[in-house]
């Protein structure tokens, strides 16, 4: 087992609310343990720049509530070589460095990994995506508060909707998975959800909306998850139910980087609080190169290798129930 005096922590990839309350837990749990913590401004960039911070207890107070990421994220294609990847590790070792956490996506995760590897650093990997869609954990933290943003502003959207009977695209956030689309599109009732794991098809969609005006709704929302291709894209969707269903006043609506902000939810700050904790206490207890998640209710970890191998399922009982409530 590794003797580890200082853990560094930075954020890598998408920001999603809740990073802070991770990073602040991180922190403490550091402190708790009379362990130094270092932060690491602009995820892998910084590392290779040894843009580093030395944080205490204090440095963190009030940030849990606030979305976004104080360490700030950042994309690096430096990294992505070995060269960065070198020049990185000699700035961990000149400031004593010994292990990291990571708070980002399967990406960052991938990149942690040959790090880890080459360099025989520990690393654990904290899953902070709004996307959902990492293997290991039930929820990634960020999804929570980003598929309430996205209910809310459809719910926004539904009163215009139904004002002029009108028949509205709303696409949300989700590249390869529909978790916000699914559920945020459940929660506020939308006649329709396209998701990358279900190919509806375009004409099955044209179908449905047409049986769904004959029952006398008078107006309609379809979510779409950035991800889906039933259609070309959100545009292109619209313009073909338009074409083919010319009494339908139709509407396109991009929710867009709205739903990476906010203040982060009850549950993501627990979330977010928990798995922070527990990355620290791992590093301590000599367990190395996992990602930590929730299953069950309970705190696990997972390789780091499976984590960013494997694929979150959508839950297929929702997506049963979807179809029942929208007849
Ligand atoms: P996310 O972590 O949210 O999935 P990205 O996929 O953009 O976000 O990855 C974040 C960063 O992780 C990249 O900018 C890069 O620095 C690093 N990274 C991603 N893939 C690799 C890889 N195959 N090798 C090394 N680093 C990687």
């Known amino acids: ?193 396209l998701i990358p794991e279900e190919d509806m098809g375009v004409d099955r969609l044209v179908e449905s909306l047409k049986k769904s005006r004959l029952t006398g709704k008078t107006s309609s929302l379809v979510v779409v998850s950035e991800g889906d291709d039933t259609g070309e894209n959100v545009y292109e969707l619209a313009k073909y139910v338009r074409k083919n269903l010319p009494q339908y006043d139709v509407r396109v609506s991009v929710l867009g980087h709205m739903q990476r902000g906010g203040n982060p939810s009850c549950a993501d700050r627990v979330l977010a609080s928990r798995l922070g904790v527990k990355a620290v206490e791992l590093l301590l207890n000599g367990t190395y190169n996992v990602m930590v998640g929730v299953l069950n209710e309970k705190i696990e970890h997972t390789k780091l290798e499976d984590a960013v191998k494997g694929k979150n399922k959508i839950n297929q009982e929702l997506l049963r129930i979807s179809d029942i409530i929208t007849i």
């Open 1 to 193: 087992m590794k003797i580890i005096k200082t853990i560094g922590v930075l954020t890598s990839g998408g920001d999603a609310p809740g990073m802070n309350a991770a990073i602040r837990a991180v922190v403490r749990a550091c402190s708790y343990y009379q362990t130094a913590c270092v932060g690491i401004y602009r995820g892998f960039q910084g590392m290779i720049e040894g843009d580093f911070e030395r944080l205490e207890p204090r440095s963190v107070h009030n940030i849990v509530k606030k979305g976004g990421t104080v360490l700030k994220s950042a994309r690096c294609d430096e990294f992505k070589t070995k060269e960065g990847r070198k020049k990185a590790y000699d700035q961990l070792r000149n400031a004593n460095i010994d292990a990291l956490i990571v708070i980002g996506g399967d990406g960052s995760f991938t990149g942690a990994m040959h790090f880890s590897k080459e360099f025989d650093i520990p690393v654990i990997g904290i899953p902070g995506t709004i996307d959902n869609d990492i293997f290991g954990t039930q929820y990634t933290i960020g999804y929570d508060t980003a598929r309430n943003t996205a209910m809310e502003a459809i719910d926004k959207i539904r009163d215009t909707a139904s004002s002029h009977n009108r028949l509205f695209f709303i696409e949300v956030m989700g590249r390869d998975a529909g978790f916000i689309a699914l559920n945020s599109g459940v929660a506020a009732g939308a006649e329709e959800i």
